[in-house]
C-alpha cells in the first residue's frame, strides 16, 4: 500500500470513529501533525484497555502511540491495522 493509501484508509477509520480532519491535508502534513496527535490516536486505535500477560498497560491508543512514534516508517505501522 502507497503512503497516501495509507494515510487516506487511516483517515476515513478515524472519522468513523468521530475524528474530523481536513481531508485536503498533505500527506506529509498527515504525518508530520495528525498521526501523532492524541485525538487520531483515539480515533483511530480505540480507547480500551490494553492487559499483556496480566498486567495492565495503558490505554490501546497510548500504547499503539509509543508504539508507533518509534517507528521508522509509522505509516507502516498504522497499515498495520487497516487490513
Excluded: Q
Excluded at 26 to 52: M, T
Aim: hydrophobic share 40%; aromatic share 16%.
Amino acid at each position: 500500500m502507497t503512503d497516501k493509501e495509507i494515510v487516506l484508509k487511516s483517515i476515513i477509520k478515524s472519522e468513523d470513529n468521530s475524528l474530523v480532519l481536513n481531508r485536503y491535508m498533505s500527506v506529509d502534513n498527515f504525518k508530520a501533525y495528525i498521526i501523532f496527535s492524541h485525538e487520531f490516536a483515539k480515533a483511530f486505535f480505540g480507547e480500551r484497555n490494553l492487559y499483556l500477560c496480566r498486567t495492565f498497560l495503558n490505554s490501546g491508543w497510548e500504547y499503539h502511540l509509543s508504539k508507533m512514534v518509534l517507528e521508522k516508517e509509522p505509516l507502516k505501522y498504522l497499515e498495520k491495522f487497516l487490513n
